[in-house]
């Protein structure tokens, strides 16, 4: 089974900084089926990046994922209030797998 | 405009039964692979169960695998997970989600479930 790894734990930016969020899975997973999502306090989670580099709809270009192999992350190149969540990876292969996720807090 | 909405969860004592269900509108819920994904209070997001979209497939999370079945409706548009034996540990908020080539594009708001005497 993969486990994915996300890293940090925590991180604590400002608004405008840039902000690298790390996702690093046990053995070499398919960026096809690598994805990120944002989830606020009290709601659903939303889908960001889907095939490791693919913005959903409606995402903005602030946003942007990369990786291949073992290691993938996800930018977010100027931070806004809104950005402020947790994020999670997430993996497809024989089953679906989580992180267990980067909180972004207000520094 | 893609919508899922969750409902049956409430407070259940261990060891009983519930279903939840899942309205989906605004799309073509027949041609979706549909999976559960749920969010223990304070944790992170955990799989739970996938259905393909013709009924003729589905996947379990192993510490789930047994006690809950997944299961759908196209004529209704609607997605079911019957969760039987609960335990302490399934109380959560379980998300109805869409997939989309493995990632999943659109949730619900989420059903509470909790397990307590």
């Known amino acids: 089974e993969i486990v994915l790894t996300q890293a940090p734990g925590t991180l604590s930016l400002s608004p405008g900084e840039r902000a690298t969020l790390s996702c690093r899975a046990s053995?070499?997973?398919?960026?096809?089926?690598l994805a990120w999502y944002q989830q606020k306090p009290g709601q659903a989670p939303r889908l960001l990046i889907s095939?490791?580099?693919s913005r959903a709809t409606g995402i903005p270009d602030r946003f942007s994922g990369s990786g291949s192999g073992t290691d993938f992350t996800l930018t977010i190149s100027r931070l806004e209030p809104e950005d402020f969540a947790v994020y999670y990876c997430?993996?497809?292969?024989?089953?679906?797998?989580f992180g267990q996720g980067t909180k972004l807090e207000l520094k | 405009e893609v919508q899922l909405v969750e409902s049956g969860g409430g407070l259940v004592q261990p060891g009983r039964s519930l279903r939840l269900s899942c309205a989906a509108s605004?799309?073509?819920?027949?041609?979706?692979?549909m999976s559960w994904v749920r969010q223990a209070p304070g944790k992170g997001l955990v799989w739970v169960s996938r259905?393909?979209?013709?009924?003729?497939?589905?996947l379990y999370a192993d510490s789930v695998k047994g006690r809950i079945t997944i299961s759908r409706d196209n004529a209704k548009n609607t997605l079911y997970l019957q969760m039987n034996s609960l335990r302490a540990e399934d109380t959560a908020v379980y998300y109805c989600?869409?997939?989309?080539?493995?990632?999943?594009?659109?949730w619900g708001r989420g059903t509470l479930v909790t397990v307590s005497s």
């Open positions: 989600v869409r997939e989309y080539w493995g990632s999943f594009d659109f």
């Open positions: 605004g799309f073509s819920f027949s041609i979706y692979w």
């Open positions: 259905i393909n979209s013709d009924d003729g497939d589905r």
């Open positions: 053995q070499s997973v398919s960026s096809r089926y």
């Open positions: 095939g490791a580099s």
């Open positions: 997430q993996h497809y292969g024989n089953s679906y797998t």
